[in-house]
């Protein structure tokens, strides 16, 4: 089968495994070995040899077999604003519900929806009930795993306390033995600076990171929105920037602090959201401390406003220079210049730490951009109509963007705010150098390098970036509807995903071609 | 004199064509502009009339389903919005939560869906949690009407309050007034719909209260400074209390609860009397016949005095009466929108 630009389809080959979508004539199945996939003329992304343009691919038996650039006359009409091809991405931060919270999601409707935007590897936070602190409950997601079909790899945090409770170290060493990827509390920081300074050592020991949701529970117990004009406006309880940055700089005091006992201590810090918050871990990085961050797509994109009702792009808030209004850092007025289009106090964008203001998101994009940020995680929280379909005060935080990061971080590079090729770096090399660094990479595969690499498994992504796609409950294929993007049009249509030589996701429309 | 209805008809005779007023809900005043502010200051006066009367009952809402439903403590508001139904001959369903399933554990959507299903043509809600209005109005099929929300708004308040000013202001216009309101601002829905009808009457709108209990409220001011918002003045936010009264037109006084001292607000109720009570020495900072007011329920002796409560400045009992004739007027309003076209909960900008 040979496919041009869009046209893509599986049809021929055939699968090598039971499982086949429901409809599908022929061609292989969601978890299939993708026996063989041409597509020429697209644009190809390769974050590990940091080149991109015109090429074309053949897959064969699960293995990439070729890549070849194409040049001259042979790259006429390819751009890259058409069918992009890229390594398969990492989300170094996802919430599948499952062992606990079925009903919001499970593992295997969590690896759809991950294949869907494009990811072929996820890692799981430890905030399932039980929590995952202890090496059986891995064991029980692993299982899931395996049993959803999806060749999704599903890699996992351990909790850093036991029960997540902030109190005694979780089966760390156990924990690494059956190959988590590091510990988190997230949905929480680690409460006790004291058992922080522990985790960090013992962590080192073991050659993983501590990932921290950087969050000062004092200075933000009952927040509802972040502090500043349009909590003010709204009544919601204000989540100070100091929340964030007072937590930062305590884990980067208490690194420092580590590091004298033990070297190879290290710290990542997911969902930062301030620019304060990053400016501190900018000059960490610049002092040489083995810190990294993450910053999420809503993070970048969205901002407080759009609780009071407004539904532009962070960046779109800026005065046109893509400054801030004045020194303050203030943003563009919604409820002065006609921004304000949808209901307020919708609880999709209730999310912790909270949607900020456009200084802050510019700060994020700046960071992304010269490396300060590392990676762009999902942070995607799947939560069901019950949990969300409250007060806003009352719902759970957490937005469903596992299926939406690559359309948001296209928004970004359609609007000549990001480079493509760091958007899809940040998406692939980036996850994989944050879990590279820790040392201990035997356990896991993710952090392989993410390239277009000749001869290895074939673990990909093919999108159409100026295909646009309506984000609905229905197009949705994680259980948490969740998403404030819902109703609108995003770009860059996923159409297929190979995971480690696998289908792990074909666009409907596409099969049918 | 124009009537609100003919006795006769039960039909409105007033001279203010219901269809004047677009708002399928009224949640908070962000959305309302001046022109319909003072659609409703009118409605207000004829109703005010209906409550000259010995018999204060005009049919306008005869059969019309009105449901009060209460998630927080409240006497005055309730019966105010109650009397004002009944004195348009609604039928009304009054729901609280210590008598209904939400002890029970329903959810406000839930709720919400029972009462229309019961019948429920105009919700009055009032809700501990900001912004649960909008939730309401997502799902209830008629209109529903903000009794008061978390922090949030409390617009019925707001336009009570302003009538009341526009009474006791020679000439009944609040342009370049000094309005000064004191005490906890950062939890006070009153104050922040008072921001948004005071502003836009043109008053010169003062904010006043300890740092703490004005938290964010200064990121408000600044974002307005430059006259950002059409149709709204800056208002000023001070901790000044000498400022905020020096020859003020107005004086509103704010509740100051017992539980910002135990949540590490305000050292004790002894201090902030000390430094911010409404009492004759700090009022003759204020215009000699400037008015005072107060939202209810008030803490005598802590935020106010009570001989300043009970003063001849004082309208606090005006600001009952007229609540009643204001909630009828937009009772009245939102009944008779019942034929315009659907409008988000929330219209954005004006």
Request: aromatic share 4%.
């Amino acid at each position: 089968m040979t496919t041009q630009g869009g046209a893509l389809g599986l049809t021929e080959g055939g699968a090598s495994g039971p499982s086949r979508p429901a409809g599908a004539s022929a061609g292989p199945g969601i978890g299939d070995t993708v026996e063989r996939f041409e597509l020429e003329k697209a644009w190809l992304v390769d974050p590990v040899s940091g080149r991109e343009g015109p090429g074309e691919i053949v897959v064969t038996d699960g293995v990439l077999e070729s890549v070849v650039w194409l040049e001259g006359e042979e790259a006429k009409g390819v751009s890259d604003k058409g069918v992009i091809v890229a390594p398969g991405f990492f989300d170094l931060h996802a919430h599948f519900r499952e062992p606990g919270f079925e009903d919001a999601e499970t593992v295997a409707t969590g690896a759809a929806a991950a294949a869907h935007g494009g990811y072929t590897s996820v890692a799981l936070m430890p905030n399932t009930q039980p929590a995952l602190d202890e090496p059986g409950v891995l064991a029980r997601i692993r299982s899931a795993a395996a049993a959803s079909g999806s060749p999704v790899e599903v890699l996992a945090f351990g909790a850093v306390s036991a029960g997540r409770a902030g109190e005694q170290l979780s089966a760390m060493g156990e924990l690494a033995d059956g190959g988590v990827l590091g510990y988190s509390d997230d949905g929480s920081p680690v409460k006790s600076a004291k058992l922080m300074r522990s985790a960090m050592l013992y962590a080192g020991m073991l050659g993983l990171p501590i990932v921290e949701h950087a969050e000062d529970l004092e200075l933000t117990a009952g927040a509802e929105a972040h502090e500043g004009y349009v909590a003010s406006v709204l009544g919601l309880a204000g989540w100070p920037a100091a929340g964030e940055v007072q937590a930062v700089s305590r884990d980067i005091a208490i690194l420092t602090d580590a590091l004298l006992d033990e070297p190879r201590a290290r710290l990542h810090l997911t969902h930062v959201s301030t620019a304060e918050a990053l400016e501190l871990v900018r000059r960490a990085k610049a002092r040489g401390l083995p810190v990294t961050c993450d910053v999420t797509p809503h993070h970048l994109a969205f901002t407080d406003e759009w609780i009071a009702g407004s539904r532009r792009w962070a960046w779109e808030a800026l005065d046109t220079d893509g400054r801030p209004r004045d020194p303050a850092g203030r943003s563009r007025d919604p409820w002065a210049d006609g921004a304000l289009t949808a209901t307020p106090y919708n609880t999709s964008l209730r999310v912790n730490p909270p949607l900020r203001t456009a200084a802050d998101a510019a700060a994020c994009l700046a960071a992304l951009i010269d490396g300060t940020a590392d990676a762009v995680a999902t942070d995607h929280a799947p939560h069901t109509a019950v949990d969300k379909e409250v007060e806003f005060g009352r719902a759970s935080n957490g937005i469903s963007g596992i299926e939406t990061a690559l359309g948001v971080l296209l928004a970004l590079v359609d609007a000549g705010k990001l480079p493509l090729a760091r958007a899809i770096a940040a998406l692939t090399t980036g996850p994989a150098g944050v879990v590279a660094a820790a040392g201990r990479t035997s356990a896991t595969s993710a952090a392989r390098p993410r390239g277009l690499t000749e001869g290895a498994p074939a673990d990909l992504v093919v999108f159409d970036r100026s295909d646009r796609w309506r984000v609905a409950s229905e197009s949705l294929l994680s259980k948490g509807k969740n998403s404030p993007l819902l109703g609108r049009d995003i770009p860059g249509r996923v159409l297929l995903t190979i995971a480690a030589g696998r289908l792990a996701y074909e666009d409907p429309s596409a099969c049918e071609e | 004199m124009t009537t609100v209805a003919s006795a006769a008809t039960g039909v409105p005779a007033t001279g203010i064509p219901a269809a004047a007023w677009h708002h399928r809900h009224l949640i908070d005043l962000d959305v309302v502009t001046w022109p319909e502010i003072e659609l409703i200051m009118r409605t207000t006066e004829e109703m005010k009339h209906v409550l000259a009367r010995p018999i204060r009952k005009v049919p306008a809402l005869n059969g019309r389903r009105v449901t009060t439903l209460f998630y927080e403590a409240s006497t005055r508001t309730r019966v105010s919005f109650e009397t004002a139904a009944r004195n348009l001959s609604a039928d009304v369903v009054s729901v609280s939560t210590a008598t209904s399933s939400v002890t029970k554990g329903e959810s406000l959507v839930d709720t919400i869906r029972t009462l229309e299903a019961l019948g429920a043509e105009i919700l009055v809600l009032r809700h501990s949690v900001s912004g649960a209005p909008y939730l309401a109005a997502e799902i209830f099929g008629g209109h529903v009407l903000n009794g008061g929300d978390g922090w949030h708004a409390h617009p019925t308040q707001a336009l009570l309050d302003l009538y009341t000013m526009r009474e006791h202001i020679p000439g009944g216009d609040l342009h370049g007034r000094k309005v000064a309101i004191v005490g906890d601002i950062l939890h006070s829905r009153v104050a922040r719909s008072n921001i948004w009808s005071l502003t836009a009457a043109g008053a010169d709108l003062w904010l006043c209260g300890p740092a703490t209990l004005l938290r964010g409220m200064d990121r408000w001011a600044g974002a307005w400074a430059g006259g950002a918002i059409p149709g709204h003045g800056r208002f000023n936010v001070t901790s000044d209390i000498d400022a905020a009264l020096r020859d003020a037109d107005v004086v509103m006084g704010l509740r100051i609860q017992r539980e910002r001292m135990s949540s590490g607000l305000l050292p004790s109720l002894r201090e902030y009397s000390a430094r911010f009570q409404l009492n004759a020495e700090r009022m003759s900072l204020a215009k000699p016949d400037a008015i005072v007011m107060h939202p209810g329920p008030m803490n005598e002796g802590v935020e106010i005095a009570p001989d300043v409560a009970t003063s001849g400045r004082s309208v606090i009992t005006d600001q009952v009466t007229n609540g009643v004739a204001v909630r009828m007027a937009l009772l009245y309003l939102l009944a008779g929108s019942h034929d315009a076209a659907y409008e988000p909960a929330h219209e954005g900008a004006r």
